[in-house]
């Protein structure tokens, strides 16, 4: 019986050794990230090996649909909204889909990214945006299918490079940075918004900090934005902690008005409860 017993715990512990076993990926994944003015950039792919291999014309054909790279598709993730090569694409995820040939590759930036390999036909609908890149020979071959961004000099735009064997692609990326910094400098010179005032004032009041100050604060937020009843609701409540229960019962009933008429009952309710309360 105990030799039954060490055979089967020997038998066990082969097949947990061999659970445990890791062997590297012949084509290892890699995430390449960055930052094109005030632009976020990420690409997600995988790099399988020529390994002596003839790669484009011959493992990857000319003129087929590729998947621009090995297992899963090549994801490509911007959070805001770029032109490439000249041609609008919106923020969010893609897949890089391509079509490789001689002189020319068609990029193809594809809204189905969650899948492995290319589409066996292309759905249009899923097209986000097609655009042409040139290829370019390289002296030196990249033994792994390599993607990356250079040129990034001017802070508005950058390269975004694709590369195996010894051809190399290329294609433009610009960036709204501009835009982003002027809105982002009105933003600012504005001052604070009322979601700030608010924000601050309900701190304060939470943490027990100076309810003057969250009140002068929460009175700000609501004459920036008077319909918004949670805004109205919390100076009522900061009223009624300072001991202005005339104030808070007034402002109170501005509340119970704008959220009667959003149709909360949440608040109106509370505002009824708290009139009836701070009336007594």
């Known amino acids: ?7 089967l715990l020997l038998i066990f ?10 062997t590297p990926q012949p084509s290892p994944s890699s995430k390449v990230h960055q930052t094109i003015g005030l632009s976020e950039v990420s690409v997600e792919y995988s790099r399988p090996a020529m390994r002596g291999r003839t790669i484009f014309g011959d493992l990857v054909p000319y003129g087929k649909l590729w998947r621009t790279g090995a297992n899963m598709r090549t ?3 911007t959070d805001s909204d770029l032109k490439i090569d000249g041609k609008d694409l919106k923020k969010g995820t893609y897949a890089i889909l391509s079509v490789p040939n001689k002189d020319a590759w068609e990029l193809i930036f594809y809204t189905e990214y969650q899948a492995g390999g290319a589409p066996a036909e292309l759905d249009e609908s899923k097209v986000a945006l097609r655009v042409s890149a040139k290829t370019y020979p390289m002296e030196h071959a990249a033994e792994n299918f390599t993607i990356g961004f250079g040129d990034l000099a001017d802070g508005v735009s950058g390269n975004m490079y694709i590369m195996w064997g010894k051809t190399m692609v290329m294609t433009k990326i610009t960036t709204p940075t501009d ?3 002027i809105k982002s400098i009105e933003k600012v010179m504005a001052g604070p918004s009322a979601n700030d005032y608010f924000n601050a004032a309900s701190y304060y009041r939470s943490s027990g900090k100076d309810l003057n100050k969250a009140l002068e604060w929460v009175t700000k937020a609501v004459e920036m934005n008077p319909d918004a009843f949670w805004m109205s609701r919390q100076k009522s409540l900061i009223q009624a902690d300072l001991g202005d229960k005339k104030g808070a ?8 008005a704008a ?3 959003a149709g909360n009952a949440d608040y109106t309710k509370m505002n009824q409860e708290s009139i009836a309360e701070w009336s007594k």
């Open 1 to 7: 019986m105990q030799t039954k017993l060490i055979t």
């Open 179 to 181: 835009d982003m910094a």
């Open 13 to 22: 512990g082969a097949f947990t050794l061999q659970a445990q076993i890791q």
């Open 259 to 261: 959220s009667e008429k």
């Open 75 to 77: 994801k490509f993730t």
């Open 249 to 256: 019962i007034e402002t109170a009933k501005m509340s119970l």
